[in-house]
């Protein structure tokens, strides 16, 4: 991961998903989204949020037209 990558906050990520802060930590403790720890904050990139969000869809986009 490049260093300059951006990153996402708890709080971001809750927003983006509309769901609670604490859920997030729970998924974060539980290893199902990928997360770097930055002193005592949690940061969460795109594309590991990408992956969280796409691994739990409930049907593979394969060939989207556009």
Do not use: C
């Not at 769901?19 to 590991?48: C, F, Q, Y």
């Amino acid at each position: 991961m490049p260093l300059n990558t951006p990153m996402l906050t708890i709080h971001d990520v809750a927003q983006t998903l509309n769901v609670d802060e604490r859920t997030i930590r729970e998924l974060i403790r539980k290893n199902e989204l990928r997360a770097i720890k930055i002193g005592k904050e949690w940061r969460v990139t795109e594309s590991d949020l990408d992956a969280y969000v796409n691994g739990h869809a409930n049907f593979e986009i394969n060939n989207v037209k556009e």
